[in-house]
DNA sequence: ATTATTGTTCGTATTTTTGCGAACAATTTT
DNA sequence: AAAATTGTTCGCAAAAATACGAACAATAAT
């Protein structure tokens, strides 16, 4: 181990990437996104996936704290949540504000 | 298959964020970015990561197009693409753009 | 010519991810 | 009580990701 361990930042930013490396999970975070409030109802159905797969998706959207759910038989209510979404959107702003090359082009001389 | 496949704009997201889900990469775009200009040089000594997996995980930050390398013996330049940062840059933002929930504690109701 | 430098590729092993159907749990409807 | 609805969990399989050391290639330095 040559160099220090990565920081807490970019331990936390690599997490919520890693969550959102897939098309579904894109594709679920979207659509529940633009529901003005939570969603009930049968988010496979959205999807070109089966009941399972969804199911597995959003269990991994909720371990990263990006969703949030709540059972109220028989259905499930899924929200963004809001506070661990500000948090991403702050830690990918900041990452991808962080370039100083100079030029578009700086890297083609 | 109950619902169309993916968007093109999902695909890409989705990829630039697998790119980034892995902390090292992370740490490897951050370093990269924070150069003035291109880097010649060896990358696994900034972090925490042999030589070979170092190598592997430029591989794959190339592969999804956020850096580019050119082989300038004996060593290699690194560069951000900046094209393709400002395009994940875009999407990332957009996406991030896109709640709709009204207040912070839409979903607790 | 030999050695040192720099980074990739190969071979390997382990773990994680992805995806599905089937079975299950909890509630609502009939 | 039986059937329908909704979503999770289980068991499985295939593929991809992660990481390493060793071997290799290509040039530069001695």
Known sequence: MAAP????????IARYAKALGN????????????QETCFFGEIHEKLPIAKATASQHLKELKDAGLIQGEII???V?????????KEAKALFGKFFGQCICK??????E
Chains 1, 2 share one sequence.
Do not use: G, S, V
């Open 5 to 12: 361990k990565y920081t807490d930042k970019q331990t936390r």
């Open 23 to 34: 098309p579904a999970r894109i594709a679920i975070m979207e659509f529940l996104a633009q």
């Open 77 to 85: 209510k899924y929200c963004i949540n809001k506070e661990h979404w």
């Open 73 to 75: 038989p028989p259905k």
């Open 103 to 108: 030029e578009d082009n700086c890297c083609k």
